[in-house]
């Protein structure tokens, strides 16, 4: 069974513009969950979408959004890219909340640059 | 507020020796938690999880975790470490019924010498 999908796995922007990200879950799973990696503060919750609503959100500013379509497909947008967003983004999938039956997959993640 | 600690940002050990990997957590209610492992350039590995029952955890790779609420902690420890064990090491306790949210510690950098 394939495994979580990032696209795309590296990518690099200038200051000001935006950057939209992908993720595809493995097949059948309903829940994506986004985090950002950096060195300064770790690995941070962004948001997660479940049947294509969002559940929860973490504190990230407005210009961090994302969405879920009906195949469970997940994209994150960032608008007017500051340098400290340079960071690993990755996504998680499950088939619902993790539990003692159910594990989150992590993608390998978009390594984002921006200049 | 939900925070999870490592202390140790490097660690090296020898081949074949054993492994302990620390991990404090702060939580309100019973906490859900977890470890996980990242390898250079690779996404996040679950190796084990606690969310009741035994306080003994059995994970894979010979991983295991000893979660201790008196001391608010959830050690990871392997008896014998293997070199494909180098690697970062992340804990995290899941928040609440949506355990898809997580706060992750910030890591312990596993250096294994020949």
């Known amino acids: 069974k394939a495994g979580v999908t990032q696209t795309p796995r590296y990518l690099i922007k200038t200051r000001g513009q935006q950057v939209t990200l992908s993720c595809s879950p493995i097949?059948?799973?309903?829940?994506v969950s986004w985090y950002q990696q950096t060195p300064g503060q770790g690995l941070q919750f962004l948001f997660e979408?479940?049947?294509?609503?969002?559940?929860n959100k973490g504190n990230f500013p407005g210009r961090f959004s994302g969405r879920q379509f009906s195949n469970s497909r997940s994209e994150m947008n960032v608008s007017t890219l500051e340098l400290g967003d340079s960071a690993l983004y990755l996504c998680?999938?499950?088939?619902?909340?993790?539990?003692?039956?159910?594990?989150?997959?992590f993608g390998q993640g978009t390594r984002l640059t921006v200049v | 507020a939900q925070s999870v600690t490592q202390p140790d940002i490097h660690i090296t050990v020898s081949e074949g020796a054993s492994l302990e990997l620390r991990c404090n957590y702060s939580?309100?209610?019973?906490?859900?938690l977890f470890w996980y492992v990242q390898s250079p350039g690779q996404g996040l590995q679950l190796l084990l999880k606690?969310?009741?029952?035994?306080?003994l955890v059995q994970g894979i790779k010979g991983f295991e975790a000893e979660f201790k609420r008196s001391q608010s902690s959830f050690n990871l420890r392997k008896p014998s470490v293997h070199w494909s064990d180098a690697a970062e090491y992340f804990c995290?306790?899941?928040?609440?019924?949506?355990?898809?949210?997580?706060?992750f510690g910030s890591g312990t950098k596993l250096n294994v010498k020949p």
């Open positions: 995290a306790v899941g928040e609440g019924v949506n355990f898809n949210k997580f706060y």
């Open positions: 979408y479940f049947s294509e609503t969002q559940r």
């Open positions: 606690y969310f009741s029952g035994d306080t």
């Open positions: 998680a999938s499950s088939s619902g909340p993790t539990g003692v039956d159910t594990e989150a997959f």
């Open positions: 939580y309100g209610a019973t906490p859900y």
């Open positions: 097949s059948g799973h309903r829940s």
